[in-house]
């Protein structure tokens, strides 16, 4: 799940100005540009091997490997290179410690954190299911549209980007009308925008087959673990969901957009003084179907660390959402002026019920495979096999109740 994924969702409400900053991943983020730092002795050349973000231009590259078990001295050390005019006495650290897919500590002189650079460490062998290149750019083609911070430098092992100041959304926010509201049109704001005017392919098999793949080829039964194979599908009725999945999915007619794919609660900043929220983490974000980011936001309405799936979105909830999302899109992508020629038919607000409700069965089968694969390499405190058999248990529980929606004629 989100950089963090998930970072866990935080329960109850930080202290103001603080990060939310877990989600599956880790995260913060806000704009403000920030004029990137000079190059240093450390900086890591393009040519240079050992994983990382190679190849990504405009990214300020250090050849910093910071120890995942002890992330403080690498953290300062990475102080040392991008803010040489703190002194090192003055330098205070915050570790956060909701997050499940990396670790993340915040760099700050300023009490109130204005000065914060967020270090997030990449978790242990999430390369396997995140590209770290794409990420990057991703990363950079949101800043360039004003949805995401500053992103300050990449390392050997994680990224250092701009803290955005306001507080972490929990399921309690995202169900309140004010905020979910901010929600939609944020949402809105990032699926329009346009992919240079290539026709992309939705991201959704690729992944879906590659984590499978991964579960089969890491956590093959060479070694018995009845835990595991208890409440958990066998490997050939995994393949025989997503080939439903697939062939039945693909056929809604829901477009592809530039998605985030992982928009837990716990990667949404409220920013209260200024009355917006920006999202943080995109080790997922990619071209994928519209109805996937928005019914993978609302399984997370149930949260992370303490899922409960009665806290779903009712109808009357999802319908609000979805006329706040759909009025946005329709505006950013129809040249609507103010709000005004905009409309939003029953129809259709209806037809994007069905298909994001369908969608959200593909949400639960992909963080289902991808808790097996944490739950084999993960250092953080997580209990990443309950996730998994969590989201395969609801996965067959509400696969016969959205089958039997139908988008009228």
Known sequence: MASQRRAAPPRGRRPRGSPRHMGRGSGRSEPGMAGPPGRCPDCWETERGGGGSLGVPGVLQLGVLVDEGDVLPGALRLMRELRPSWEPARVKTKLFTDGITNKLVACYTDEDMADAVLVRVYGRKTELFVDR?????????LRAHGCAPDLYCAFQNGLCYEFLPGIALGPDHVRDPRIFRLVAQEMARVHA???????????????LHKYLALVKTHLSPKVPNPSLHQDV???????HELAWM????????????LCHNDLLCKNIIYNREQEHVRFIDYEYT????????IGNHFNE??????????????????????????????????????????TVSEKELEALYVQVNKFS?????????????QDKYSTID???????????RQYFKMKPVVTALQISK
């Open 246 to 257: 697939k062939d039945t999915l693909s056929q809604l007619g829901s477009p592809v957009v």
């Open 233 to 239: 599908p066998s490997l050939e009725m995994l393949e």
């Open 361 to 373: 069965l593909a949400s639960h089968f992909l963080w289902a495979c991808w808790g097996l694969i």
């Open 193 to 207: 925008i346009h992919a240079n005017g290539s026709l992309p392919k939705p991201i959704l098999w690729q992944k």
């Open 286 to 293: 990619g071209y994928n179907y519209q109805a996937f980011d």
């Open 301 to 342: 309405f149930a949260g992370v660390k303490e899922v409960d799936y009665r806290l779903y979105p009712s109808k009357e909830t999802q319908l609000q959402w979805l006329r706040s999302y759909l009025q946005a899109y329709k505006q950013l992508t129809q040249g609507g002026q103010g709000g005004t020629g905009v």
């Open 133 to 141: 290149e794409t990420e990057l750019r991703n990363f950079q083609v």
């Open 382 to 392: 997580f209990n990443f096999l309950r996730y998994a058999k969590l989201r395969f």
